[in-house]
């Protein structure tokens, strides 16, 4: 794994996993101020937390981190001067999200225990 950072309350914090989560916080105090600058944070955050879930061997936490690198980059690109953008998903986009949906879940179902995904908890 990683080299250990610290320890806090009998839990060994990897220098990984501190910088992913200072890195998440940056990205909170910057969209808390509405600030677009905020979405490389966020995208940086997700892939250092892609690598540390990968290392820890939680493969669906790792690849749900994609999801959250292509919202940011969504985000980036979707955030205007002033602020959030508003437009309505065109029934074109609404059939790209659901190939995109089933070709994930497709991609990463075998990456689940015994290829078996719970629907319901």
Do not use: N
């Not at 916080?25 to 879930?53: N, Q």
């Not at 609404?94 to 995904?117: D, N």
């Amino acid at each position: 794994m990683s080299t250990i950072f610290f320890t806090a309350w009998g839990y060994e914090v990897s220098i990984l996993e501190f910088s992913a989560a200072l890195t998440s916080f940056i990205g909170v105090g910057l969209g808390i101020t509405a600030k677009r600058i905020t979405w490389p944070w966020w995208a940086l955050s997700s892939a250092l937390y892609a690598i540390f879930f990968y290392q820890a061997d939680l493969f669906a936490s790792a690849a749900l981190q994609i999801v959250f690198i292509v919202a940011a980059i969504w985000g980036w690109f979707g955030w205007g001067p002033q602020g959030a953008i508003p437009s309505a998903l065109s029934t074109k986009h609404r059939g790209y999200w659901a190939i995109g949906l089933v070709l994930s879940f497709l991609a990463l179902t075998p990456l689940l225990p015994h290829g078996q995904m719970p629907l319901f908890f």
